[in-house]
C-alpha cells in the first residue's frame, strides 16, 4: 500500500505511511505529521520497518527537519528502533516519564539518551513551528504511561492503541457496526477498565474531532463516525470488569 495523505493545506500535511511491516509481526501504522519546516513521526516502531520509515518520512520532509519524535507509550511495536531514529535524525523523542528508563533497554546510545524526553503525567504541548500539538493522558488505554496526541490544525487524535483493529483489508471505517469484529475483542482483553473509558470519554469531547487515527488498523472519518466510536468505547465493558474470574490458580 502507498502513503495516504490525511489532510493538507498550503502549510500543514498528516501522512499515513505506506503498509511496511509483514509476516508475524502485529501490523502497525506509522503517521508523520509536517508544519512549517518542521516534522514529527509518531511510534515510528520497529527494526523490521525502520529503513523503510526513514527513507519514506525523508523523502516527504525533503529539505525540512524532523523536529520531534513522539511515542505513546513502551511497546516494541513503537519504541524498537529509537536509537535508529534518534541517531539519524536531531529530533528530541518523548515518552511517558515512566518509561524513560526503560527505553535504553532497547539499546539506546549515550550519545543519544540527552535528547529522550519525559511526558509528565498531565500530558503537555509540543511547539511546532507555531502549532501547539497536545500530548493527551490516555493512562491504561492501555498503558499504565500513555499518551495520545492531538493535531489542531488537521483536527486529528492519534489515538494510539485506542481503536486499534487487526485483520481486515481497509484502511478506513465506513461501516462501524461491521467493523467491531476486527477490534471489538482486542479492546475487551487489551484496554483496563470501563471506569477509565468513561473518564477518557468525557475529556476527549472537549477537542473538535474530524478523525481518529489508531496506530493498529483502519482511522474514523468525520465527526459522526467518531462521536460513534467515542460512545462505543464510554459504554465498554472490558479487561479487569471481565478478568476478576480469571483470578484462579491454574490445575496442576
Not at 503498509?19 to 513521526?41: C, K, P, T, Y
Not at 511495536?77 to 527505553?103: C, H, K, P, Q
Amino acid at each position: 500500500m502507498s502513503s495516504i495523505t490525511l489532510f493538507e493545506n498550503p502549510n500543514h500535511k498528516n501522512v499515513l505511511l505506506p503498509e511496511f511491516g509483514r509476516g508475524m509481526a502485529v501490523q502497525a501504522n506509522q503517521h508523520l505529521i509536517v508544519h512549517g519546516d518542521s516534522g514529527i513521526i509518531l511510534d515510528p516502531g520497529g527494526h523490521k520497518v525502520y529503513g523503510k520509515a526513514v527513507a519514506e518520512c525523508m523523502a516527504q520532509l525533503g529539505s525540512k527537519k524532523m523536529k520531534y519524535i513522539f511515542f505513546s507509550h513502551q511497546d516494541p511495536d513503537i519504541i524498537a528502533a529509537a536509537n535508529g531514529w534518534l541517531m539519524t535524525t536531531d529530533a528530541e523523542a518523548y515518552i511517558s516519564a515512566l518509561w524513560l528508563r526503560f527505553v535504553p533497554h532497547f539499546g539506546l546510545d549515550e550519545l543519544v539518551s540527552h535528547r529522550l524526553k519525559p511526558i509528565p503525567d498531565e500530558g503537555m504541548s509540543l511547539d511546532m513551528d507555531g502549532v501547539k500539538l497536545l500530548l493527551i493522558p490516555a493512562h491504561f488505554l492501555h498503558s499504565e504511561g500513555n499518551f495520545q496526541l492531538y493535531d489542531p490544525v488537521s483536527r486529528i487524535l492519534y489515538s494510539g492503541d485506542l481503536g486499534a483493529s487487526l485483520g481486515m483489508q481497509y484502511r478506513e471505517v465506513t461501516d462501524f457496526t461491521a467493523h467491531l469484529a476486527f477490534m471489538e475483542g482486542f479492546h475487551r482483553r487489551y484496554m483496563v477498565s470501563g471506569l477509565v473509558l468513561k473518564a477518557w470519554a468525557r475529556m476527549i469531547r472537549q477537542l473538535d474531532i474530524e478523525m481518529i487515527a489508531p496506530q493498529h488498523g483502519a482511522y474514523f472519518k468525520g465527526k459522526e463516525m467518531c462521536d460513534r466510536f467515542i460512545s462505543w468505547l464510554e459504554n465498554l465493558e472490558c479487561g479487569i470488569d471481565l478478568m476478576l474470574d480469571s483470578y484462579r490458580l491454574p490445575a496442576a
